[in-house]
Structures are given as structure tokens and as C-alpha cells.
């Protein structure tokens, strides 16, 4: 894909909506792209904004390819906002598209702050997931959408972590590669049932590389490769695959990912798709495999509401299991409507309907007023509210049981989202299932 393109600092030009020609196309006029002009890309390259365009040099415009054009510019992450104006070049026969963007600050010292298993309605009870550190992070590392990332936190499941995600191959940025260490103690979860009536912390050290082939703007496939030191604190517990007490092995991986949502952080309209493959270890202790499809389409059903649906599944295969591998419904991953209820298994599925409402539709607030020493990726605010209505299931289990046997988790109710600037979305809900009726608080879109 070859585009010309006429990258112009914010500073310099000040092009805003308002300030372009007033010869902007009618939306029913079908012209040929000639050329794309990019303003407000203080730091960000213009060739990560080209990559996402869905139009070359040479094609019709449609109304449909200008509205994906800014949303997949949007879905960068990087940006507050981004206006998408054609304008009719009436000398040279053809359509100028502007894309206007307010970037978000990119860089940040971080005070690490958090919860463990979505568990923020006990952060102040005995027992309490919280943790807290230090670190930094920035988002747009050399203006190439690349994440360079380092920080440590103390309190519950103490961790370090340094990666550097997303480092462009080629010149074209279709291969990509995530490289990551980590170092963490993590309270092991599991039923005492499973665990011989033993308590402990997995203590891991581990490194790995990820390998993105972008096949097209939506598809991308994934290889990846690591190795893990993994041990107990409770080393007489006897729960590690290898009698050493040391499960120490490398770990491969490939996946799919498939993705037209139209915004990432709160999707109304498009589908993502996600298939996945690791398997652990390649000797006589340690040989096992675990599998994930996860299924999401968010279809609208009216210009001003969308039914959203999820189905996801993960299996484990080959060799025994670890115990520090089982999967939980009610940590991570849990049931509106059976929220707090911890269960356990080797496999589990889930699934999802969720009615998504606008209240007040996203906006874009800018402050005008701002001192000169306000920094601009501080002056454009999004907001906006949903109503939703949804209901879940779910059910782990273990391979030597039969599923239809297994107490399921389900629940019903309806909440309200409110989406903040930077792509913040918190949940006020209320559900009615396995548990008679519960209010969650969450950070997050559902699904």
C-alpha cells in the first residue's frame, strides 16, 4: 500500500475541522484518493497512522472507508481524538483526506497501584489483593507505537517485570516483536482439596519473545517461545511435576487474533477472534498443553444500540497437569452474578450477552482555556455513558469429569459503564444468579 502523505507538526500548521476550505465533499460524491495530509502527530511517526488506513492512493472513497479510516486510527491507542475530513481537490480531480489528531501523552513515572483477581471490593479488608510499586512506561517509545515498560510491586504477589513490545522488523512494520522477563511470587489458588491440604507461593522467573506476522490490517498471527524456572515455597508439598520440587522448562506458543471491532476499549459494532496454542516442557515430567478460543461479535441492532455476545473456551491436554496451571472462574475471569464464588478445574467456558445502551453517546471535550504551560494531551477529554442489561455463564471442570455433572455459574442483571479520557472504562452493575443478588464495581469493559 503507497500513500502520499504530508506529515505536518500540530505546532507549526494549527489545521483544526473548522479551519480547512469549505469545499469538504458531500458524502454521496465518489472521488479518488490523491492524497493523505496527518496534523497533531506531535511524536507519533506518520507512518504508523498510514498503516492503518484501509484506503491506498488511487481508491474510491466511500463513506464506510472514511468512518474505518479514523476508527482504526483511534484503535492505535495513541490518540484523544482523530477527525477524518475529505476535501475535493477540484485542479487535480480527486479527494485530500485530513486526518486531525489530539495525541495522548505518552510517558509517565508510575506509582503502581492495584488489585489482584478483579477483587476491589475487599481492598480494605483482611485479606486484602492490593499491591503497590514503581515503575515507568512509555507508550510511544521513538514515536513508533512501541511500549517500553519496567516496574516492581510489593504487597500481594509480589512481582518485577521489564518488556519492550511491539519493535518494528521491517520498514513496513509487519513483523513485530513483544520481548519480556518477569520475575514474581504468586499465592497459589487452589482448592486445599487439590493441594494435599498445602499452602505456598509459586515462585517464577521467566523470559520470553512474541512474534507478530500482520497479515492484513485485521489478522495477525502469533509465534512465541520462553523458558520458565518455576519452584514452591512449600517444597514438601510434593506439587511440582518434576520430584525435584524445580518445574524448569521452555514453553512455545502460536495464535491467531482476527479484529474489526470499531473501538477497542468499549466495541459496539465488529468481531474479534483469538485462537491460541502453548505447550509446556518436552521431557518425561513436564509435557502438557493448554488450548483457547475466545469468540466476541458486537452487532448493532439499532443506529443507537448493540447486542454484544462472547463464547469462550480453554482446554488442557497431553501430560498431568500442574496445579499452579488450573484455570478459576471467580478470579480473573468471573460471573456477573456469581462474582466472588471461586471455582476450579483443568478446562473451563463461559459465555456472555450484554445490551449496550447509549446514555450519552462518547463526546469529545476540549479545554480551550488551558494555561500555555498545559501540556496538549491534557486538553481533549472523551466521555460517555452506557446503560447495559447482560447475562453470563460459566463452569470449569477437570478432564476426568464429565461436564454435564459439573454446578455451573450463571447470573443476570444490568449496570451502568461510564468511559473516561485514555480509554478508562468503569462498571456500576447489579446481578441475580447463583447468588440471590450482588452489586460489582469493575475496571474494564465486560468483554
Excluded at 464506510?64 to 485542479?91: A, H, K, M, P, W
Aim: aromatic share 14%.
Amino acid at each position: 500500500m503507497c500513500l502520499a502523505v504530508s506529515a505536518v507538526a500540530a505546532e507549526k500548521t494549527n489545521i483544526t475541522v473548522d479551519s480547512l476550505p469549505v469545499h469538504i465533499i458531500d458524502s454521496s460524491l465518489r472521488l479518488p484518493l490523491i492524497a493523505v495530509k496527518i496534523t497533531g502527530n506531535l511524536r507519533t511517526r506518520a507512518s504508523v497512522i498510514l498503516r492503518e488506513l484501509p484506503v491506498a492512493i488511487g481508491d474510491t472513497l466511500t463513506d464506510e472507508l472514511v468512518e474505518q479510516s479514523q476508527q482504526r486510527v483511534y484503535n492505535i491507542g495513541l490518540f484523544n481524538s482523530v477527525d477524518v475530513t475529505i476535501l475535493d481537490d477540484t485542479i487535480r480531480g480527486g479527494a485530500i483526506m485530513y486526518i486531525i489528531l489530539s495525541e495522548r501523552w505518552y510517558i509517565f513515572p508510575q506509582f503502581v497501584l492495584g488489585v489482584r483477581d478483579r477483587a476491589w471490593t475487599g481492598i480494605f479488608s483482611t485479606g486484602s489483593k492490593l499491591y503497590a510499586g514503581l515503575g515507568g512506561v512509555d507508550y510511544n517509545f521513538l514515536g513508533m507505537n512501541e511500549k517500553l515498560y519496567a516496574a516492581f510491586a510489593a504487597g500481594y504477589d509480589p512481582w518485577v517485570d521489564a518488556e519492550w513490545d511491539k519493535i518494528a522488523l521491517d520498514n513496513s512494520q509487519t513483523f513485530l516483536l513483544d520481548i519480556s522477563t518477569n520475575v514474581s511470587s504468586t499465592v497459589n489458588e487452589s482448592d486445599t482439596t487439590y493441594t494435599h491440604g498445602e499452602a505456598f507461593n509459586e515462585i517464577s522467573d521467566d523470559a520470553s519473545a512474541l512474534l507478530h506476522y500482520r497479515a492484513t490490517q485485521q489478522l495477525t498471527f502469533f509465534v512465541g517461545a520462553g523458558y520458565q524456572a518455576l519452584h514452591l515455597s512449600n517444597s514438601s508439598a510434593g506439587l511440582t511435576l518434576n520430584p525435584s520440587g524445580k518445574d524448569d522448562a521452555p514453553f512455545a506458543s502460536a495464535s491467531v487474533a482476527y479484529d474489526s471491532r470499531d473501538v477497542v476499549e468499549y466495541p459496539m459494532r465488529g468481531s474479534w477472534l483469538q485462537a491460541s496454542f502453548n505447550h509446556y516442557g518436552y521431557d518425561r515430567y513436564i509435557n502438557y498443553n493448554e488450548s483457547a478460543v475466545d469468540l466476541r461479535e458486537y452487532m448493532p441492532i439499532a443506529s443507537w444500540l448493540s447486542l454484544c455476545m462472547r463464547g469462550a473456551v480453554n482446554l488442557a491436554g497431553g501430560g498431568d497437569i500442574p496445579v499452579y496451571s488450573h484455570v478459576f472462574l471467580g478470579l480473573s475471569q468471573r460471573i456477573r452474578g456469581d462474582w466472588n464464588t471461586k471455582r476450579e478445574g483443568e478446562d473451563d467456558g463461559v459465555g456472555s450477552l450484554e445490551l449496550r445502551i447509549p446514555i450519552l453517546a462518547p463526546q469529545i471535550y476540549t479545554y480551550t482555556y488551558a494555561p500555555s504551560y498545559f501540556p496538549a494531551q491534557f486538553t481533549t477529554w472523551k466521555f460517555g455513558i452506557y446503560c447495559t442489561l447482560f447475562a453470563d455463564a460459566g463452569v470449569p471442570w477437570f478432564r476426568n469429569q464429565r461436564l454435564a455433572d459439573q454446578q455451573w455459574s450463571n447470573g443476570a442483571g444490568g449496570g451502568i459503564d461510564l468511559l473516561f479520557p485514555y480509554g478508562i472504562v468503569t462498571r456500576f452493575e447489579y446481578a441475580y444468579g447463583t447468588v440471590r443478588g450482588q452489586f460489582i464495581f469493575d475496571i474494564g469493559a465486560s468483554f
